[in-house]
């Protein structure tokens, strides 16, 4: 494959953009660098290049693509916004039918509010919290990311239950160390943090399916184990559903599994590929929110009728029969094909998947936390990704990231990018 044309826009884009890139991951760094693929537009699970290559995606823009890119139902509600003036910095009709349709979809909703993004949505739980409870400690679980506001850009040392420090320049300690992390699935260790720090603890922040360190569903018992515990110090427990809303269920991941947060923070999907961010939850904490109460949050950008139009839209696509059977039928095909086909060539990988989101990990074993992702084998992801992306499969640049599909991938589609790992399995089997 020819990538000399990305290769002199990255050129470019390196004299002007820090980094070459918007986002840190599109550098990508999660696969020893190099330059990256340009892409020049895209249509329903395919991407072509500047080079003129075209690509099967299951990159998803890291999760908001869900119905395929350009689709043409949210293409027209984005246009007919376009037409129509997209910002007005006034209340409209359609930030209150889309209010609606979300707490329809997930009954924990109270109220809600919108956002720009999922960070803005997460960072605002996060105040809410701290002003409902008056408290000033978060708990947060390993390898999670919630976005890159300073309490949440925060790791842990390598004991079960430990206070943050930062993880990235910029960040005081004074910061880092209201955030206690604890190991995802490891309840005994939230627990002990929780006896220690219980009655100074604003929210816990779960991820509650991680898809940050590849998809990592929660252990029976893990979620409703953490809500009691929480519950029980008159603590809140925030859902991050950035990437998990609408991804598996025509819904969040609290409906899969029964359970009910206090507050949700959403984004990504709900956008319909627009830039977006939501959270609610219960009446009686939204209601600390300003204009009624105490905890600021505001935003030019914020419900402008462009993003409204565009996840009402998606939402209604995903409303269609037989959405979700389609994705899980396609992400077990595609499970099992590429298992299938590491296994003819002994090269040892895992797969988490639920529905149409999946994660390959190079090595052996069950993945339930980021201890062990992390201990994946990233050089052989990255070897993989390159023998793929060679093939016209583009995948996500990092062992961490989840492959997403789309109601327009085919199985054509998946049993091409099967032989393409196939391939791949190949060539890593002979070196
Ligand atoms: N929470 C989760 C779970 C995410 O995956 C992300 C983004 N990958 C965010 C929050 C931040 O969202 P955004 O990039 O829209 O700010």
Same mark, same amino acid.
């Given at each position: 494959? +020819? $990538?000399?044309?990305?290769?002199?826009?990255?050129?470019?884009?390196?004299e002007?953009?820090?980094?070459?890139v918007?986002?840190?991951?599109?550098?990508?760094?999660?696969?020893?660098?190099?330059?990256?693929?340009?892409?020049?537009h895209?249509?329903?699970?395919?991407?072509?290049d500047v080079?003129?290559?075209?690509?099967?995606?299951?990159?998803?823009a890291y999760?908001p693509?869900i119905?395929?890119?350009?689709?043409?139902?949210?293409a027209?509600?984005?246009?007919?916004a376009?037409k129509?003036?997209?910002?007005?910095?006034?209340?409209?009709?359609?930030?209150?039918k $889309?209010?609606?349709?979300?707490?329809?979809?997930?009954?924990?909703?109270e109220?809600?509010?919108?956002?720009?993004?999922?960070?803005?949505?997460?960072?605002?739980?996060v105040?809410?919290a701290?002003? @409902?409870?008056?408290?000033?400690?978060?708990? #947060?679980?390993s390898?999670?990311?919630?976005?890159?506001? +300073?309490?949440?850009?925060?790791e842990a040392?390598?004991?079960?239950a430990?206070l943050?420090?930062?993880?990235?320049?910029?960040?005081p300690?004074?910061?880092?160390s209201?955030?206690?992390?604890?190991? $995802?699935?490891d309840?005994e260790?939230? #627990?002990?943090?929780?006896?220690r720090?219980?009655?100074?603890?604003?929210?816990?922040?779960?991820?509650?399916?991680?898809?940050?360190?590849?998809?990592?569903?929660?252990?029976?018992?893990?979620?409703?184990?953490?809500n009691?515990?929480?519950?029980?110090?008159?603590?809140l427990?925030?859902?991050?559903e950035?990437?998990?809303?609408?991804r598996?269920t @025509?819904?969040?991941a609290?409906?899969?599994?029964?359970?009910?947060?206090?507050?949700?923070?959403?984004?990504?999907?709900?956008?319909?590929? *627009?830039?977006?961010?939501?959270?609610?939850? =219960? #009446?009686d904490?939204?209601?600390?929110v300003?204009?009624?109460?105490?905890?600021?949050?505001?935003?030019?950008?914020?419900?402008?009728?462009?993003?409204?139009?565009?996840?009402i839209?998606?939402?209604?696509?995903?409303q269609d029969?037989?959405?979700?059977?389609?994705?899980? +039928?396609?992400?077990?095909?595609?499970?099992?094909?590429i298992?299938?086909?590491?296994?003819? @060539?002994?090269?040892?990988? &895992?797969?988490? =998947? *639920?529905c149409?989101?999946?994660?390959?990990y190079f090595? &052996?074993g =069950?993945i &339930?936390n980021?201890?062990?992702?992390?201990?994946?084998?990233? +050089?052989?992801?990255a070897?993989f990704?390159r023998?793929?992306?060679?093939?016209?499969i583009n995948?996500?640049?990092s062992?961490?990231?989840?492959w997403?599909l789309?109601?327009?991938?085919t199985?054509?589609?998946?049993?091409?990018?099967?032989?393409?790992?196939?391939?791949?399995?190949?060539?890593?089997a &002979? =070196?």
């Amino acid at each position: 494959m +020819d $990538f000399s044309k990305s290769k002199e826009l990255h050129n470019e884009a390196l004299e002007h953009i820090v980094g070459g890139v918007n986002s840190p991951s599109r550098a990508y760094k999660g696969v020893g660098g190099g330059t990256p693929v340009y892409m020049e537009h895209a249509k329903g699970a395919y991407f072509w290049d500047v080079d003129g290559n075209k690509y099967i995606d299951y990159l998803g823009a890291y999760g908001p693509i869900i119905t395929g890119h350009a689709h043409p139902h949210i293409a027209e509600a984005i246009s007919y916004a376009a037409k129509n003036g997209v910002l007005y910095g006034t209340p409209t009709r359609l930030e209150n039918k $889309f209010a609606k349709i979300l707490k329809q979809a997930i009954p924990s909703l109270e109220k809600v509010r919108f956002v720009n993004s999922g960070t803005e949505a997460v960072m605002t739980t996060v105040r809410v919290a701290r002003a @409902y409870t008056g408290r000033n400690k978060l708990i #947060k679980f390993s390898g999670c990311y919630h976005g890159h506001f +300073d309490s949440v850009l925060v790791e842990a040392g390598s004991g079960p239950a430990t206070l943050g420090t930062p993880d990235s320049a910029g960040i005081p300690e004074s910061v880092a160390s209201d955030v206690i992390t604890v190991p $995802f699935n490891d309840l005994e260790a939230f #627990k002990a943090a929780m006896e220690r720090w219980g009655n100074q603890i604003a929210g816990v922040l779960v991820e509650p399916i991680v898809g940050n360190f590849g998809i990592v569903e929660p252990e029976a018992g893990f979620l409703q184990a953490v809500n009691t515990i929480t519950h029980d110090a008159g603590a809140l427990v925030i859902y991050d559903e950035v990437i998990t809303a609408f991804r598996f269920t @025509y819904g969040s991941a609290q409906q899969v599994y029964g359970i009910e947060p206090d507050m949700t923070a959403m984004g990504k999907i709900i956008g319909g590929g *627009l830039p977006i961010g939501a959270y609610g939850g =219960r #009446k009686d904490i939204m209601e600390q929110v300003a204009p009624l109460g105490p905890a600021y949050q505001a935003g030019t950008m914020a419900g402008n009728p462009a993003s409204m139009a565009a996840g009402i839209a998606c939402l209604e696509v995903l409303q269609d029969v037989g959405v979700y059977e389609k994705l899980n +039928d396609l992400g077990k095909r595609l499970e099992e094909g590429i298992l299938n086909q590491a296994s003819q @060539y002994d090269i040892p990988i &895992s797969v988490n =998947r *639920l529905c149409g989101a999946l994660t390959v990990y190079f090595g &052996s074993g =069950r993945i &339930s936390n980021y201890e062990q992702a992390e201990a994946s084998d990233g +050089d052989a992801f990255a070897e993989f990704f390159r023998l793929m992306l060679e093939q016209g499969i583009n995948l996500a640049p990092s062992k961490f990231e989840a492959w997403f599909l789309t109601t327009e991938h085919t199985e054509a589609d998946i049993d091409q990018t099967i032989e393409a790992a196939g391939k791949a399995f190949r060539t890593m089997a &002979s =070196r």
